[in-house]
């Protein structure tokens, strides 16, 4: 859990503002929350809730801008997933 936190943590201060930049941080968050899910450390909605804490907000509030277009039928306050956050910031 550690390890996630300081992946989590270093992404935020960083201010990620190219493609590969939020490539490498997905890259390394993924190996760990893909093992602490499939241990059953956390759950999916807590994945989902640290891989968004991770994005700065000028980042955040381009992937909330892209995903209220792309995902209508997500209700407001409900969390989007981390594949959604991906698709996103790709695009």
């Known amino acids: 859990m550690a390890d996630l936190d300081r ?3 270093k992404a935020a201060r960083t201010d ?25 450390r956390i759950g999916s909605l807590e994945r989902d809730h640290f891989f968004r804490n991770g ?4 980042l955040w509030s ?6 209220s277009i792309v995902e209508r039928d997500v209700r ?3 969390p989007y997933t981390m594949t959604q956050m991906k698709a996103a910031a790709e695009f």
């Open 7 to 9: 992946i989590m943590g």
């Open 62 to 67: 381009n992937i909330q801008h892209r995903l």
């Open 76 to 78: 407001p306050g409900d």
């Open 16 to 40: 990620i503002k190219t493609i590969g930049q939020f490539a490498d941080y997905y890259r390394q968050f993924y190996q760990v929350s893909k093992w602490l899910t499939d241990s059953g």
């Open 55 to 58: 994005l700065g907000p000028g």
